[in-house]
């Protein structure tokens, strides 16, 4: 689920978690409290199964907060109790439904030597008892929630050591808290197998750098990180309650699961591991567990429609890919004859024939998506029109496990086209269009100006049309930002389409979008402070690639510089130069022509400079740190590097 710039995101200076913008919101309209009130007319709300489910083996509930050192609060385990009763006016019913399912935390037994703490973060830590010990799928997303789960589970459970420690995907809220479950020191000195899927520490850590600025900010949108905790904001993401941003690192693994399907046992636990890269996650892998009659399907499988393309941004996955894992699933559970299926987020299911409808429904949403998306392409339909033109079958709809709370159909419909097609829709108005504000300014002049567009979008809004408003109201705000009322309006709008929002990521992006245009985008940009631990294992190479992507061509045109970057602890060279308005890199060779700088320092002062987090010690003072050559020709290569901010508008401009 989560990639490295979601965390980035709880570190950019947009406020702490929870710090409540958006408190000057309206009241759900008329039109939106009639549309949540039909909803909950055509879904059976009221069926216990779910609730008995989330509610099953409940063992002990935590209190309390989970901190950082400096007193942080990353989770309020009080903060969502508010979630309970009838839905208000203001949360789409199903959603409200949803979010009152994820709100069952605390330690629970699956089953016999399975148990799972749920609600410490946004993912959950499934526990297996073997002979000496636990063995952990999954660590959250940072050292401070794993941390505090693990302490909880020894209160109730007994002070066992951990035992094995396995990874099922490369997002880092399934291996950020990794360092507070167990030590390198431990995993070293006691022979811990460390198990991920193939591919693990390369898909953790190279498209997250690149492009990792941009995600984070685009993050803060989807999980609605500052929004207060109330009916008006804040109420579910989709997978869970919220996100931990605190203390991120990572530990690589020491056993990997290549094979399609690969028999391991772990502290006499025999598991069944099942290779499944490419749908949820670049990296991933499902498990059975034959004597213990259990499937542990990650997160291909959770209690909701998942995305293929999340509303932060990320490769596009592959929807027939994924539903031809839940026909392999379907005969898996069947193999291993499970009783129980548990999942990385969400609740479990017990039943063999209820773990295959759920498993079967999956399959067919993904396989329903696809062709009926795929179809509609070879009839000339654009994203938009398909994603208008497309419901899913009323067997489909049924299925609470199975709905947008997490993705949503309309998004997906258009990750199936881009994942075939790409972005373009073939129609060449749309191939080389003006820029946003260029053409809003043409559109304000052609509707005579922005006070008759606003006009018009509040008629639209009186109507209850706050699709078309935010429309019309978004071509203001980008061609007349000036015009304050635009920007009130606009927040309505949004608030009025998160309202009605049974995706909680598109309910939390509305919401937050309607606190910026308030209040501002944040002051501040992306600090990587935290991620230390993380980056520390990330190849050097990725942070010259992000280096390269980070070169201001126009700056660099005509600008030929050679520079030697040495670290010395590691016994790393690279030369990287400029050519073309291109940086490059390679390793350095010892007939390498000299270059014009050389910067020789250790990989921690390196790592601290490309996070942004080094200091005059590190630097100036360090006898690390060491220059050669022009040092003119080294702070004019270090200036053609821009410093991305990461809070850039983007509701405004």
Request: charged share 20%; with cysteine; net charge neutral.
């Amino acid at each position: 689920m989560l990639l490295l710039p979601i965390l980035l995101a709880g570190l950019s200076g947009c406020g702490k978690p929870g710090s409540g913008i958006g408190g000057s919101a309206s009241e759900a309209a008329v039109s939106v409290q009639a549309l949540n009130a039909q909803l909950a007319k055509e879904l059976p709300l009221a069926d216990p199964q779910d609730f008995e489910d989330a509610r099953r083996g409940f063992i002990a509930r935590p209190e309390g907060k989970i901190t950082m050192a400096d007193g942080t609060v990353l989770v309020d385990f009080d903060a969502f109790k508010f979630v309970s009763g009838p839905a208000p006016d203001s949360v789409n019913a199903s959603l409200w439904r949803h979010a009152a399912l994820n709100a069952q935390i605390g330690l629970f037994k699956v089953s016999e030597g399975i148990y799972q703490l749920r609600g410490f973060d946004i993912a959950n830590i499934t526990l297996i008892e073997g002979k000496s010990g636990w063995i952990v799928v999954d660590a959250l997303t940072s050292r401070e929630s794993a941390a505090a789960a693990m302490a909880f589970a020894r209160q109730q459970l007994g002070n066992k050591p951990v035992s094995a420690l396995v990874f099922t995907h490369s997002h880092a809220d399934h291996f950020g808290g990794a360092l507070g479950i167990v030590t390198p020191e431990e995993v070293a000195a006691r022979k811990i197998p460390v198990v991920a899927p193939a591919g693990f520490m390369e898909e953790s850590t190279s498209e997250n750098v690149m492009v990792g600025t941009a995600m984070a900010r685009r993050s803060i949108y989807q999980f609605g990180r500052d929004l207060e905790r109330s009916p008006k904001g804040l109420v579910d993401t989709g997978l869970g309650k919220n996100v931990a941003y605190g203390s991120i690192g990572i530990l690589p693994p020491n056993q990997l699961i290549s094979e399609a399907t690969q028999d391991l046992t772990l502290d006499g636990v025999r598991f069944v591991f099942h290779n499944v890269p490419g749908a949820e996650a670049p990296a991933e892998l499902s498990f059975a567990l034959p004597e213990l009659k259990a499937y542990g399907g990650a997160e291909n499988l959770a209690q909701t429609m998942h995305n293929l393309l999340p509303v932060r941004g990320a490769k596009v996955r592959d929807a027939l890919r994924w539903s031809q894992y839940m026909q392999q699933a379907l005969e898996q559970v069947q193999a291993a004859g499970a009783e129980v299926y548990f999942g990385q987020h969400n609740w479990p299911i017990w039943g063999q024939a209820r773990i295959g409808r759920f498993i079967t429904t999956h399959r067919d949403v993904y396989k329903y998506t696809h062709d009926q998306t795929v179809r509609l392409i070879n009839a000339g339909l654009t994203p938009r029109e398909i994603a208008e033109q497309i419901q899913l079958p009323k067997s489909l709809q049924q299925h609470f496990g199975a709905r947008g709370y997490y993705g949503d159909l309309r998004h997906n419909v258009k990750a199936v086209y881009q994942h075939y097609l790409g972005a373009y829709d073939g129609n060449p108005a749309n191939l080389n269009p003006l820029p946003p504000a260029e053409s809003a300014k043409r559109y304000l002049a052609l509707m005579g100006g922005a006070d008759k567009a606003v006009a018009a979008a509040q008629q639209a809004f009186d109507q209850g049309e706050y699709r078309w408003a935010a429309e019309l109201l978004n071509q203001v705000v980008f061609g007349a930002p000036e015009h304050a009322g635009a920007k009130q309006l606009l927040a309505r709008s949004y608030e009025q389409l998160g309202y009605a929002a049974e995706a909680a990521t598109w309910r939390n992006s509305y919401l937050t979008a309607a606190a910026e245009l308030r209040q501002g985008p944040p002051a501040q940009g992306v600090s990587r402070a935290a991620l230390i631990d993380m980056l520390a294992q990330t190849p050097t190479e990725r942070f010259l690639e992000a280096m390269a992507a980070g070169l201001n061509g126009p700056k660099a045109e005509g600008v030929d510089l050679k520079v030697k970057l040495v670290l010395s602890d590691v016994g790393e060279s690279y030369l990287l130069w400029t050519e073309n308005a291109v940086l490059h890199h390679r390793a350095a060779k010892p007939a390498d022509p000299e270059a014009d700088a050389t910067l020789t320092l250790t990989k921690p002062i390196f790592i601290k400079m490309m996070a942004g987090t080094a200091g005059v010690k590190d630097t100036l003072l360090s006898d690390d740190l060491k220059t050669g050559g022009s040092r003119i020709a080294l702070v004019r290569f270090f200036g053609l590097i821009d410093k991305a901010p990461g809070n850039f508008a983007i509701v405004t401009r």
